[in-house]
């Protein structure tokens, strides 16, 4: 598994997750670990500390992160003590869930500024820019509806 930390295919992971979801630095580094590790066992949190190279509270801090985002879950084996940490098996339904509902959102309320923007105020966007918008919002939210409908075929009743 150190190998993996010196891969560019992690490196890059990892800066993808820094940029685009906003981590800190060894938020995204565990969290590219745990993708890369993708085994329903996960990592120990001693996996962790030995593998990242980091404190006991960064890493902790770290974890607690991505379990409030829903990025991963921990549970216990059992008859053991430690915490096991490994991907969310939903994380892909959950994403596009959250996508759907940020699109859908972004769409009423630009629907309500085209409506106001008829009767008041200057015209900075053309009404033709708030039509063609809101259709590629409505054409993004039904792609999203039908990925969360094939997700959902392909998710075991005790994966949810």
């Known amino acids: 598994m150190h190998k993996v930390l010196e ?12 940029r685009f979801h906003k981590m800190q630095p060894l938020t995204a580094r565990l969290y590219a ?6 085994c329903t066992d996960g990592l120990s949190f001693d996996d962790l500390l030995e593998l990242l190279q980091s404190s006991k509270s960064s890493i902790s801090h770290s974890l607690n992160t991505l379990i409030e985002m829903n990025f991963i879950e921990q549970y216990k084996k059992e008859n ?14 959950k994403r596009m869930e ?8 972004e769409k009423k309320v630009y629907t309500k500024i085209r409506e106001y923007k008829k009767t008041n105020a200057t015209t900075l ?36």
């Open 125 to 160: 966007f053309k009404p033709e820019a708030f039509n063609f918008y809101i259709l590629h919002l409505n054409d993004a939210i039904n792609s999203i509806e039908e990925t969360i409908k094939n997700l959902k075929l392909h998710i075991k009743p005790n994966e949810e």
């Open 80 to 93: 053991e003590r430690k915490r096991y940490f490994r991907i969310n098996r939903n994380l892909f339904l």
């Open 33 to 38: 670990l745990l993708v890369f590790n993708n």
């Open 7 to 18: 891969l560019d295919l992690f490196k890059e992971t990892s800066a993808h997750y820094e």
């Open 98 to 105: 959250d996508v759907k509902e940020r699109l859908t959102e």
